[in-house]
């Protein structure tokens, strides 16, 4: 199992190490081939990151940014993670990136799988991922004891994209596959607060992929995953 564990006291010393990494991988990928994709979450821990990343200098004109899951309501609407991004992350010297949504205006979830898997498979092999995870142990849009979560787990599953419509949570979701996950070079998992830690704790503890999703990518043998919290 690969899993390498960052924990700190401060938050200010976190994003600093978390946005050096992740500016370092996408350096290294631009230096290979030119250029270089991150997808990030949404929710309000990535905001501090978000503001780190947005004021770097960095060769941001190279780099597209797409996201790991999406609420289908419109991009102009607070909910909408697309409307997150934009207003922490692309901006000041980030605002040079290329954004690539998962949102298609009047368009059925269900029919825009497609889509979506097609616009992420451009970015693919994703170089940086930015996972969040949910007090209830989701990541992405993977939501506990989903209907989809066989088919979303499913490595042969060719998507990328599958949508969701949680039980649990508001809005129909745009979510990456897990296989869509494990192809991206490198993997981050960011979270913060002792609820977190304890619901982290547990997932490790455990082997319930559709209990606890999170697992599907923390508790995983094929890749090196990075866990950043405090």
């Not at 949102?103 to 616009?119: L, M, N, P, R």
């Not at 939501?143 to 809005?171: G, Q």
């Not at 082997?207 to 950043?228: A, G």
Request: net charge negative.
């Amino acid at each position: 199992m690969s899993r390498v564990v960052h924990t700190y006291s401060e938050q200010k010393t976190l994003i600093e190490a978390l946005s050096e990494q992740i500016l370092e991988e996408l350096q290294a990928a631009i230096d290979e081939k030119g250029e270089a994709s991150l997808l990030v979450s949404g929710g309000s821990t990535p905001k501090p990151l978000f503001e780190q990343l947005s004021k770097t200098l960095f060769a941001w004109e190279k780099v597209s940014v797409g996201l790991c899951d999406e609420r289908w309501v419109d991009s102009s609407l607070e909910e909408s993670n697309a409307h997150l991004v934009k207003k922490y992350l692309l901006q000041k010297e980030a605002a040079k990136a290329t954004f690539v949504g998962m949102y298609e205006e009047g368009s059925d979830i269900y029919t825009a799988q497609k889509v979506c898997s097609q616009k992420m498979q451009k970015l693919a092999p994703f170089d940086v991922v930015i996972l969040g995870m949910g007090s209830d142990a989701h990541t992405a849009s993977l939501f506990p004891d989903n209907e989809r979560l066989e088919e979303a787990f499913d490595l042969k599953n060719p998507n990328l994209c599958i949508a969701i419509e949680p039980e649990t949570a508001p809005f129909l979701r745009m979510s990456l596959t897990l296989h869509a996950i494990l192809s991206a070079q490198n993997i981050y998992i960011h979270f913060e607060g002792q609820e977190k830690i304890g619901v982290y704790e547990e997932a490790i503890a455990g082997e319930d992929i559709y209990k606890m999703p999170i697992r599907s990518v923390l508790n995983q043998t094929l890749k090196k995953v990075e866990v950043f919290y405090r």
